[in-house]
Each structure stands twice: as C-alpha cells, then as structure tokens.
C-alpha cells in the first residue's frame, strides 16, 4: 500500500478552484517532485497532505490512516510528517539546539540528553553543528533553512514535505540546501518537494508531477518529463525555464 494515497481532493478558495480532482499515490522512499507554473496549485497540494489547508471533497491517508480533522489526532499525524518552510519558521528567541530539541522532547517525550545527542547528530549532517549555541539571526538564510531540515528530521517523520524550500534564500545559499535535501532522498526518505529548481528534480526526483491551473496534468520520470514531455502545457513551461 501506498504510504499516501490522495484520492479526488478538491479545493477552493472561494470562487477560485486551487485544486480539481487530484489523485496521486506516494510510495514508501520514493521523491516526488511538483512543477509547474505560479498558480497552479503546488504548494496548496503540498499544504493538504498534513492539513495546514483544509479541502471540501476527497480523502487523503497517511500509512493506511485518513487524515484527522483537527485535535490531538492531527497534532499526532503532524508529527509523522516534517515539513519545511519557504521561511525557515525557527523560534527567534531560542538556540539553534533548543529548535531543534523542542519537538522530540515535548511531543515525542525523548530525554533532554537523548534529544540533544540526535540533535547534534542532525545538524553535523546539515553542516551547521558548530552554529548549535546561537540564535536564528545570526545564521545566513542558508544555514536556517538547513537547521529547519534537521528539526524536521528530529521528529523522525514518515515523510518530509518541501514547499519551496529555496526561494526565499540567496542565490549562492540555494545549493547548500539542496545538497543536503539531495543527500536526504539518497537515504531513502519519502519526500514530496515544491520547487523551482530544475536541476534538483532531475538528480533527485523519482517521479516529476506536472500541475497546471489546479490540475495533475502528467507525471513521469525526470528523464521522460524533461526529454519528452507528452502535454502542450508541460512543453510550454519547459520550453520557457529551460532556455533561460
């Protein structure tokens, strides 16, 4: 079974129809890339998979469990899904380590010296560990958002989610995150990644989805999206990013 399963989602806001019938399968491990144009509905359907936003219609399940509506429940599934942030959403008045400590030890009960150890360990792998003792503003936009990685992955989620991790950062801050988002889906994570960046979908992605105007338009290898991509839409956006 799928680790998540969207099946006929739709949403709106208002008049406006951000998201038309979505149906998708996310396999254990694997990394889903969304595309597409302003607009079209990516972070919204990125946003539904933990219900930061609600939809009217359809069901989504998490390893076999629909998604709670809101309570302890949720707060539960919230915890089994990390998500990141175009701003890196870090508590200013605390360290580095506290941010990164928080969550295992009020949520998932660990230890102090238990969550500081794993802590240690998770920003050693983002590269940030000797920025432990100070606070988010001294660190480079760069460095914060690999620190909200490390947070996510503290909570030992099931699946981490990415809404356009990289385009609130410098242009030379941007590798540095997807360097470590790229070492992420070599270990096997399930990742679901909003982004602008091409080359990331092509070195990291399993599967591209292509969303246009709130529609799943197609979705393929990196290699067939990229070489032979079968919708006008989909040959339109790429024709338009990748001659720039």
Same mark, same amino acid.
Request: overall charge neutral; aromatic content about 6%.
């Given at each position: 079974?799928?680790?998540?399963?969207?099946?006929?989602?739709?949403?709106?806001?208002?008049?406006?129809?951000?998201?038309?019938?979505? *149906?998708?399968?996310?396999?254990?491990?694997?990394?889903?890339?969304?595309?597409?144009?302003?607009?079209?509905?990516?972070?919204?359907?990125?946003?539904?998979? *933990?219900?930061?936003?609600?939809?009217?219609?359809?069901? #989504?399940?998490?390893?076999?469990? /629909?998604?709670?509506?809101?309570?302890?429940?949720?707060?539960?599934?919230?915890?089994?899904?990390?998500?990141?942030?175009?701003?890196?959403?870090?508590?200013?008045?605390?360290?580095?380590?506290?941010?990164?400590?928080?969550? /295992?030890?009020?949520?998932?009960?660990?230890?102090?010296? @238990?969550?500081?150890?794993?802590?240690? @360990?998770?920003?050693?792998?983002?590269?940030?560990?000797?920025?432990?003792?100070?606070?988010?503003?001294?660190?480079?936009?760069?460095?914060?958002?690999?620190?909200? #990685?490390?947070?996510?992955?503290?909570?030992?989620?099931?699946?981490?989610?990415?809404?356009?991790?990289?385009?609130?950062?410098?242009?030379?801050?941007? *590798?540095?995150?997807?360097?470590?988002?790229?070492?992420?889906?070599?270990?096997?994570?399930?990742?679901?990644?909003?982004?602008?960046?091409?080359?990331?979908?092509?070195?990291?992605?399993?599967?591209?989805?292509?969303?246009?105007?709130?529609?799943?338009?197609?979705?393929?290898?990196?290699?067939?999206?990229?070489?032979?991509?079968?919708?006008?839409?989909?040959?339109?956006?790429?024709?338009?990013?990748?001659? *720039?």
């Amino acid at each position: 079974m799928a680790l998540v399963e969207i099946s006929g989602v739709n949403k709106h806001f208002g008049d406006f129809h951000a998201l038309k019938d979505i *149906n998708l399968s996310i396999e254990q491990g694997e990394v889903v890339v969304v595309i597409g144009p302003s607009g079209s509905g990516k972070s919204t359907l990125c946003r539904t998979i *933990n219900r930061l936003e609600t939809f009217e219609q359809g069901t #989504i399940t998490i390893d076999g469990k /629909p998604l709670p509506e809101e309570g302890k429940a949720l707060a539960k599934l919230r915890a089994d899904v990390g998500m990141v942030f175009q701003s890196f959403n870090l508590f200013a008045h605390k360290t580095i380590l506290e941010n990164v400590t928080l969550g /295992p030890v009020k949520v998932r009960k660990q230890s102090k010296a @238990e969550a500081e150890k794993r802590a240690m @360990e998770l920003l050693t792998r983002v590269g940030v560990e000797h920025q432990a003792r100070k606070y988010p503003a001294q660190l480079s936009g760069g460095q914060q958002q690999r620190v909200a #990685i490390a947070r996510s992955l503290a909570m030992d989620p099931k699946i981490m989610l990415f809404d356009e991790p990289t385009s609130a950062l410098d242009p030379e801050m941007i *590798n540095e995150v997807l360097d470590v988002m790229t070492g992420l889906a070599k270990t096997g994570m399930t990742m679901v990644v909003v982004t602008h960046e091409m080359g990331f979908a092509r070195k990291a992605a399993d599967r591209v989805i292509f969303m246009a105007d709130g529609e799943l338009v197609e979705q393929a290898t990196p290699e067939e999206f990229f070489t032979k991509p079968k919708s006008d839409r989909a040959k339109d956006f790429l024709s338009k990013i990748l001659t *720039n």
